[in-house]
């Protein structure tokens, strides 16, 4: 159980395109969810913190209208990079806490999205 | 701010050794603890926490104590299996659901 998906699993696009990214729970309700982005050898940052209905909270040094968050609903967030330049490529994973799981404060970790800019 | 280090990778041993991965923290406050391993190709998963000074986490074999005096949480394992191989996230939650994580270490078992 606890089960996060996300899509694609990498892209590629041309600088100045924009690149929508799903994040889906699959068996349980998250009311909460967190997008991370990783640089190769370094650790997960947390980039923004989602709860289902209402606006991102953005960390600190990221941009807002570059990275668009919506969780419109509760088995789905999507994190838009508009656009997007190769300083933006890197990893990018998601994780949801929610209902209907077995720890109700315990982040379940999509597979992550890697991105390349061109 | 808070952080955490973790020793560098990667970790290289054979079957059945010996396995320990060093964690230290920096923190205000008394964060819980935990230990995320990442199989390949799949997400972070939670091997094991601790939320409060000596408390241990165990999952798996695997096992962290809660040493506030060092602000640590290493990582052990008696006997590493090469279905270990995978990276390990140590990362601190300062109790605001958020993770800060360290940066990965490779554990790479040969038979």
């Known amino acids: 159980g606890a089960v996060v998906s996300q899509h694609p699993s990498w892209v590629i696009c041309k600088s100045g395109t924009s690149v929508k990214i799903e994040c889906r729970s699959l068996d349980f309700q998250a009311t909460t969810m967190f997008w991370y982005r990783q640089f190769p050898k370094q650790s997960l940052m947390l980039m923004a913190t989602?709860?289902?209905?209402?606006?991102?909270?953005?960390e600190q040094g990221v941009e807002k209208d570059k990275f668009l968050i919506n969780h419109a609903s509760l088995t789905l967030s999507t994190l838009t990079v508009t656009s997007a330049h190769p300083e933006d490529s890197s990893f990018y994973i998601c994780?949801?806490?929610?209902?209907?799981?077995?720890?109700?404060?315990?982040?379940?970790f999509g597979p992550g999205t890697r991105l390349t800019v061109l | 701010g808070d952080s955490v280090t973790q020793m560098e990778g990667p970790v290289t041993l054979s079957e059945e050794a010996f396995l320990t991965i060093n964690c230290t923290y920096t923190?205000?406050?008394?964060?819980?603890l935990f230990w995320y391993v990442q199989y390949p190709g799949e997400g972070l998963q939670l091997l094991l926490k601790?939320?409060?000074?000596?408390d241990k986490g165990s999952n798996k074999g695997f096992e962290a104590t809660y040493r506030k005096e060092t602000t640590s949480f290493h990582l052990e394992k008696g006997s590493v299996q090469v279905s270990d191989s995978a990276v390990y996230f140590c990362?601190?939650?300062?109790?605001?659901?958020?993770?800060?994580f360290g940066t990965g270490t490779r554990l790479q078992v040969f038979p």
């Open positions: 923190a205000t406050g008394y964060p819980s």
């Open positions: 994780s949801a806490t929610g209902r209907g799981t077995a720890s109700t404060d315990t982040q379940y």
């Open positions: 989602s709860n289902e209905g209402s606006k991102a909270t953005y």
């Open positions: 601790a939320t409060k000074a000596d």
């Open positions: 990362a601190l939650s300062p109790r605001n659901d958020k993770l800060i």
